[in-house]
């Protein structure tokens, strides 16, 4: 027969505690509140994972972009003028694992770190996407994007049409402004002080110089200022063109005898130049011919320019008004005269001898003279003499010509035919 266990004593069953059980009573107390305040903290107990004994984490990491302020505004927020150094944060109430971004458009890259925090810089011109991710220790995923404009060039203006304007006349001005993606915020001008349109007119009251200046902002804060300037001048006139004279052959000399303008203030700077076959060659009222322009066209022209006035270029006049005149070589010298050879009797053939020149001759025409008057017919180098010439005198006339050469003419001593 079994013994029944004993009740768990009572205060009133079996007395008060004894010290040594009451000690063991409370040990177990505080472990027990202990191991409570832990499971409620997810800290492991006994072996087990914390997250087996805490709630779930379901809270995704939190991603911030720490950048400077834009150089954009309004619609262009975001931009900057210089390359842009940024720094990605990612915070989460367990942990982060993995922090991460890549780059795209006008860049191009990747960086990742097991960190709460990572650096970059943007550099490229133009627009650039950061993706950034980041990864907690309970596998919640945060992704965010942010774009990064860089504008590295300055706007440019334009004013095209300007430089000589009359003075009295109206002229207007059209100018404009330009940068890369059509980012201009402001194209302003200034005139004499005061805003300018464009297409408004230009100051021609008075001779002198004058500008328009013109500012250009783009969309970072890029500015482009550009002055044009203009001379306004009283219109001018030529009232007489220069003259040229000399001799047009090589070893010959040209001058010219100066123009003149209307108005003439007697302050007139006048500026002479020579051309062959229109490249410059000289400058200066004279010119002295060598072979090196023989067959050539010589020109030239005279400049006429004085303050708050229109400078005036007149063409040369040449002898017969031409503009042109075409340098000849240098004048044949005749070294000897033609003769008559064969015998001086009726019925012989006499025979012309060419006279020796200072240049060689392309070639001879001939005429036979009796007493000084031409013979019908007689045009060959060579006569047969007839009975009417008996007791005349013969002689003959020889042309010479050659290329740039003025037709020389010379004469033979006469021989008396025998009668």
Request: a positive charge; one cysteine or more.
């Amino acid at each position: 027969m079994s013994e029944k266990p004993e009740p768990f004593p009572t205060a009133s069953a079996a007395g008060p505690r004894r010290p040594r059980e009451r000690r063991r009573l409370c040990r177990a107390l505080a472990a027990l509140i202990a191991m409570v305040a832990m499971v409620g903290a997810g800290v492991a107990v006994a072996g087990l994972p914390a997250q087996a004994l805490a709630a779930p984490d379901t809270t995704p990491p939190v991603i911030t972009i720490e950048i400077p302020p834009s150089d954009g505004t309004g619609v262009w927020d975001g931009w900057y003028a210089e390359p842009q150094g940024f720094r990605v944060r990612a915070t989460d109430d367990v942990g982060v694992a993995f922090l991460s971004y890549r780059l795209e458009g006008a860049q191009s890259g990747e960086r990742g770190a097991p960190s709460g925090k990572i650096d970059g810089t943007i550099s490229a011109e133009g627009v650039t996407l950061i993706t950034m991710k980041a990864l907690d220790s309970a596998g919640n995923v945060t992704t965010r994007t942010y774009g990064v404009g860089i504008d590295l060039t300055d706007p440019t203006t334009a004013l095209p049409g300007l430089g000589r304007v009359y003075v009295g006349e109206e002229h207007r001005a059209t100018f404009s402004c330009a940068d890369p993606g059509a980012a201009i915020v402001s194209c302003t001008a200034l005139h004499r002080g005061q805003p300018f349109g464009s297409g408004d007119p230009i100051y021609t009251g008075h001779s002198g110089l004058q500008e328009v200046t013109v500012t250009a902002i783009d969309r970072v804060g890029r500015t482009t200022t550009q002055s044009y300037g203009y001379f306004a001048v009283e219109r001018r006139a030529i009232a007489k063109r220069p003259t040229v004279s000399g001799s047009s052959r090589a070893g010959g000399k040209l001058r010219i005898t100066d123009g003149t303008v209307t108005p003439d203030t007697g302050n007139t700077s006048i500026t002479s130049r020579w051309y062959v076959d229109d490249t410059l060659i000289a400058e200066g009222t004279e010119l002295v011919l060598t072979s090196s322009h023989v067959g050539k066209d010589v020109r030239c022209a005279q400049t006429f320019t004085d303050f708050g006035y229109e400078k005036v270029t007149a063409p040369c006049a040449f002898a017969g008004g031409g503009s042109t005149v075409k340098i000849l070589a240098a004048a044949w010298r005749l070294l000897q005269r033609p003769a008559v050879a064969g015998k001086a009797r009726a019925g012989r053939t006499l025979r012309a001898v060419a006279p020796r020149l200072s240049a060689p001759a392309a070639a001879h025409r001939y005429q036979w003279l009796r007493d000084g008057r031409p013979i019908k017919s007689a045009t060959r180098a060579t006569y047969k003499t007839r009975k009417a010439d008996r007791g005349t005198r013969i002689s003959v006339r020889v042309v010479s010509t050659a290329r740039d050469q003025q037709p020389l003419v010379s004469v033979s001593p006469a021989r008396r035919l025998q009668r």
